[in-house]
Structures are given as structure tokens and as C-alpha cells.
């Protein structure tokens, strides 16, 4: 298996693992942790995309619309992408069309990978059992925060990479964004929380009031489901 760490969507494009390869789309704080999330409470399938402007044909069609700009919940939207939020709602069978600043931009990004799963620390172990199962190349793309790299995503890939490494397969990390993000896990795993403090998207949201989620975010396995992208929308495989 190669593996290779993508820091920001802006540079998906000149990524070196182009063909027939597995993508993990990453936004820890808060977008994938939520989409884990909103499974978790019993939803059936979410629509990811790029523009609020989507979000009014899907009202049409009966779709829950969840969208967050900025970090605060848009506007007309019944959830943003709080995962606390989700987590104390009903969503048995709901549909919900998902629209997000970084996230689902990203997903959307990488939706023509062979496979695409969402990833966060809620379905660490899940995820990492599933790519080692595939044994396909994996593209990690983190989603960042506006075209930046961010700590807190490329966390993750370190954790999703070890994780993997722990499992006794053969693998080598084709480009240094991918020993970066090792290195960086192996520095912070101790008190991931604690060391993610310092990150600019972190201080946003506390500002914002989030300070439960940001905690819930960097909590390993406690929604242990895999997200995959088919035919436009998320789901979990039977």
C-alpha cells in the first residue's frame, strides 16, 4: 500500500497518486466528525455540497438541510455541523443535504476516487481496519481551512497512517506530508486535545462557543462507521 497526505484541497491536483486509489476526506473540526456523527443518530444518507445555492432544490425534494459557514450554522438550516448536535437529534431515516465551508468542499473534490470515505478520530479504528482490508493506495486529503493546511487535520492522517502501520502491512508514504503527519501524531497522541490547542481553527471556534465539540472531535472510535461516497451521497454500506 502507498499512502500519500494531501494538506489543503488546493493541492489535490497535483497530488502523486492519481489512479485507483482510495481517498479519505478529512475535516476534523467539524464537518466529517459531524457527517460520523449524524450517522451515529440514525440518518440514511447525506448529500454533500459545494454551494448554498443547492440546498433549495433539495428542500424541494425533503431533505434535512444541514449547513455551516464560518464555523456558525447557516441561516434556514435545522443543524449546522455540530457533532454534539447531531448526537442529541433523532435522525432515524432523515436525508439530509450537508453544506459545509471546508468539508464537503473537499469530499466533492475527490468524488471521482475509486473508493471515498469520510474520516475522523469518531471512526479512527473502523477506517484504518477497512484500508487495510482494501490494501489499496490511500490518498488522505485534509481539508484545511480556506486553502490552508491545519494542524488538527494532518493529525489525523498521522493517526490514520500509524493506525495501518499497526496492522503489519506493507507500506511506504510516497511524499513528506505523509512522514510530517506521522511525526506529528507520535508528538501529540499523549494529549491530542491539549496539543491542539494552539491551532487557529481551535481558537475560532472556541470564540464561537464550541469548546464541547472541539473535545468530542479528538475522541477516537466513538462512532465506529465508515462513511462512503456513491452516486452523489454518503452512506454506510449494509
Avoid at 464537518?31 to 432544490?57: M, N, Q, W
Wanted: glycine fraction near 8%; hydrophobic fraction near 40%; charged fraction near 25%.
Amino acid at each position: 500500500m502507498r499512502i500519500e497526505v494531501v494538506l489543503s484541497p488546493a493541492l489535490y491536483d497535483g497530488r502523486m497518486l492519481t489512479e485507483g486509489h482510495t481517498t479519505v476526506a478529512v475535516d476534523v473540526l467539524r464537518a466529517t466528525s459531524a457527517i460520523c456523527a449524524a450517522f451515529k443518530a440514525g440518518a440514511s444518507e447525506i448529500v454533500p455540497l459545494d454551494s448554498l445555492e443547492k440546498l433549495r432544490y433539495y428542500d424541494s425534494l425533503g431533505y434535512t438541510l444541514a449547513a455551516e459557514r464560518g464555523g456558525e450554522k447557516v441561516q434556514g438550516a435545522k443543524c449546522g455541523n455540530s457533532p454534539t448536535e447531531y448526537l442529541s437529534m433523532d435522525l432515524t431515516g432523515c436525508r439530509l443535504a450537508y453544506s459545509t465551508t471546508n468539508g464537503t468542499v473537499s469530499i466533492l473534490r475527490a468524488a471521482e476516487s475509486e473508493r471515498l470515505y469520510a474520516g475522523a478520530f469518531a471512526n479512527l479504528s473502523a477506517l484504518a481496519q477497512r484500508l487495510v482490508a482494501e490494501d489499496n493506495d490511500v490518498v488522505v486529503l485534509c481539508s484545511g481551512w480556506e486553502g490552508d493546511p491545519s494542524l488538527e487535520d494532518t493529525l489525523f492522517a498521522g493517526a490514520l497512517i500509524t493506525g495501518v502501520l499497526g496492522k503489519g502491512l506493507e507500506v511506504e508514504l510516497v511524499n513528506d506530508a505523509a512522514m510530517m503527519a506521522v511525526d506529528l501524531w507520535q508528538s501529540a497522541k499523549a494529549d491530542v486535545y491539549g496539543y491542539c490547542r494552539k491551532a487557529t481553527h481551535v481558537h475560532r471556534l472556541l470564540r464561537l462557543g464550541y469548546e464541547r465539540d472541539i473535545r468530542w472531535a479528538f475522541e477516537q472510535d466513538t462512532c465506529p462507521l465508515v462513511p462512503v461516497f456513491k452516486n452523489g451521497e454518503l452512506i454506510i454500506e449494509g
